[in-house]
């Protein structure tokens, strides 16, 4: 976050520097087209709300995609399996679109599950056999249920609507995992 503010004022900086001698800007093109402050500025748009969700977002992706690799070789059922397999192949699909436009906006976000997804992801790893399978499927309903309601209150309080709509093209995607993991549940 303190790398994201940093960029922002430098490129404000220049920005007022640039006009304050009279001169125009002679930023170049980054690989997009985009000028190469086109981040800075997308991210001074951004609310705390919308980079909450971002981050939030991601970091459950990542822990999701990580549980689910562990389905596809740990469950006994071949239900739960075809689960973590939708899951990782979904799920890497919002976080890719997460990604980008994180980057477009400034937004860092982390590469590596947080310490308390890394500690839930080994508890599950060492679960007994017999009891792996609904022990992932309650985990991912309670984490999807979480990432349901965060993406709600996106949708309601975010300031940027390119992040409110990545958030309304999200929650369908949720929605259906849940429904999926309901049925796992029941069954």
Do not use: Y
């Amino acid at each position: 976050m303190r790398r994201s503010h940093l960029s922002l004022l430098l490129a404000t900086l220049a920005v007022t520097a640039a006009a304050g001698c009279g001169g125009a800007t002679t930023d170049t093109a980054a690989t997009d087209g985009a000028p190469a402050s086109a981040p800075a500025a997308a991210a001074a748009n951004l609310s705390g709300q919308d980079r909450t969700w971002l981050r939030t977002i991601h970091q459950g992706g990542i822990a999701e995609i990580h549980v689910a690799r562990l389905a596809q070789s740990r469950a006994k059922s071949a239900e739960v399996k075809a689960l973590g397999e939708t899951l990782v192949t979904e799920r890497a699909k919002i976080d890719g679109e997460l990604l980008r436009n994180a980057q477009r906006f400034g937004v860092d976000l982390p590469g590596t599950l947080t310490e308390a997804h890394r500690k839930q992801a080994q508890a599950l790893a060492q679960a007994p056999n017999a009891r792996f399978d609904r022990r992932f499927v309650a985990e991912m309903l309670k984490s999807h249920k979480d990432a349901i309601a965060a993406t709600r209150r996106q949708i309601n309080r975010g300031s940027a609507p390119e992040v409110v709509a990545l958030a309304k093209s999200t929650l369908p995607s949720l929605r259906n995992h849940l429904d999926m993991l309901r049925k796992a549940a029941d069954s």
